[in-house]
């Protein structure tokens, strides 16, 4: 089956400071998608990005599915960024997550 | 809410109960999924629905049993469970087809 690898898998953040996570996959896909997972475990959906650039707000992720790989960014973090943030692929009607990247913003 | 309602929110069992885990969605989606999430290991497909059959049995013990009866409900009946099987179980449903998947608040459950 499909593989997701996510990096890096922890980060740690001053608030104001910008990131890039990434994610690569082993195959073509009909749907990528970023979740962030708050401490009370709901998964938010942050972007539904099978290919191209969208921004919302802070955030903003990128989809080259030609070369298997999304990236999102996260500019000038606030805590309320911190938790687990997932990449999820689905190329044959189910959804697969990769491992996470686990980021912490401090103040 | 995102139009996937989960119940209950926190469950405690022991081995010998029985008990059932709730979906609901609101969303006209024709596909529903139970995903298990355990510490320290990524998300695991379970089962999925689709259009009320079930299409994928993701090699899930039988002490795990789905039920879906309308393309709006599904269900995840527990019986004999092993404290290992402690963990964040999720909802989703999606329109296959279309633009992703929509999860619910997950029902954290406990065995002891």
């Known amino acids: 089956g499909i593989q997701v690898e996510q990096s890096p898998p922890d980060l740690i953040l001053q608030e104001g400071a910008n990131s890039t996570l990434r994610c690569n996959f082993s195959d073509s896909v009909n749907n990528l998608q970023w979740f962030h997972q708050n401490p009370w475990g709901q998964l938010i959906n942050l972007f539904y990005?099978?290919?191209g650039t969208k921004q919302n707000g802070r955030l903003s992720a990128t989809t080259v599915a030609t070369e298997r790989y999304s990236l999102l960014y996260i500019s000038s973090s606030q805590t309320t960024d911190s938790g687990v943030y997932f990449c999820?692929?689905?190329?044959?009607?189910?959804?697969?997550f990769g491992t996470g990247t686990r980021l912490q913003v401090f103040p | 809410e995102t139009g996937v309602t989960q119940t209950p929110r926190h469950l405690v069992m022991g081995m010998t109960n029985k008990k059932s885990l709730k979906c609901e969605q609101h969303?006209?989606?024709?596909?529903m999924y139970w995903y298990k999430q355990s510490a320290k290991k990524p998300l695991e497909l379970m089962f999925v629905?689709?259009?009320?059959?079930?299409?994928e049995n993701n090699s899930v013990p039988s002490r795990f049993s789905p039920e879906c009866p309308n393309s709006s409900h599904l269900f995840l009946h527990l019986h004999t469970l092993q404290p290992e099987d402690s963990a964040l179980y999720l909802c989703?449903?999606?329109?296959?087809?279309?633009?992703?998947?929509?999860f619910g608040s997950g029902t954290r459950l406990t065995v002891v």
């Open positions: 629905y689709n259009f009320k059959e079930q299409t």
């Open positions: 969303l006209g989606h024709n596909a």
């Open positions: 999820a692929v689905d190329n044959t009607d189910k959804l697969i």
């Open positions: 990005i099978p290919s």
């Open positions: 989703a449903s999606s329109q296959q087809g279309s633009e992703g998947y929509t």
